[in-house]
């Protein structure tokens, strides 16, 4: 698989291809099932441990298990340095599907253990079938797309919002544009102080200040589903909100820029697994066939 050469920078964004050399299941939410694939690719890649306690130089501990490092344990996770953005359509069981992932910190240094560990997972197979898959390179990116100013901006899921209140997915009518603020804030924090990114963080002040001047609708559900968990062994529930997130006004500059760069880090919990995913839409952007009836 040929990547090319990196570009300069803390982060940057991959775009892949998978495509199935026979028909592959539909998966609705294959995140959870493309970050299981690619660390046990990595694993086998770039680990010759052989104990639970990994060194500190493995390099496959270094992007995938970060909490089991330099004194973190499980109980403390550590956001890993990659972020696996699904496919924006549900994925096709004949045609394949594209999807991105952000390296940040060890991920981007070990970049080619990264591609390599993608061309083995798709030989080895994906989804309950194993079934072989090419795994295409399709470019990258250094930065993100700016979101121009604009009248209103709608955040489309990609994959649902894990936006948690008192340890449970946060329900629909609850939620308030100060708590997606702060998962935002939250999500840029972590990111920040592990990897740089963004380098300086935006003044969470202003923030809460321009709250009292923007409006927010939302068409939102819970969207319910399992992913199977090799290290529990079993089949897990995981739920998240689902839809459309409205925001009208005068919406700062920073968190303009925050909610860009929100589309490669994506926002809430669980964004190991690929939730929190979204894309933005503008007046500046074509209005795409997802957007409620209510917003016309």
Known sequence: ?????????????????????????????????LRGAFGHA???????????????????????????????????RVSPPFVITPPLTRASEREGFNFSMTLMGAAREHFHWVAEAWELAGQTGLGAG???????????????????PARWLELHTISPFFLKKQGHCMPPESLELSDVLAALQRRLEITSRLYLTPPTLPDWDAWHQACARLEMETVLRVARYQRYSNRQRQFVPVEGLQGVIRISGLIPDTLLNAFALGQWLHIGG???????????????????????????
């Open 42 to 76: 990595l694993r086998r890649l770039a680990c010759r441990c052989g104990t639970e306690r990994h060194a500190d130089d493995c390099v496959y501990a270094r992007i995938f298990e970060a909490e089991g490092l330099d004194g973190h344990c499980g109980a403390n």
């Open 270 to 296: 669980k964004t190991s697994l690929g939730m929190g995913a979204y894309r933005v839409h503008t007046p500046h952007h074509s209005r795409s066939a997802l957007t409620p009836r209510l917003f016309s």
């Open 1 to 33: 698989m040929s990547w090319g050469a990196l570009p300069p920078g803390p982060m940057l964004r991959c775009h892949l291809r998978v495509q199935p050399l026979r028909p592959l299941a539909n998966i609705d939410y294959p995140g959870s099932m």
């Open 130 to 148: 194993k079934v072989k898959c090419l795994v295409l390179f399709e470019g990258m990116e250094q930065n993100p797309e700016r979101v121009l």
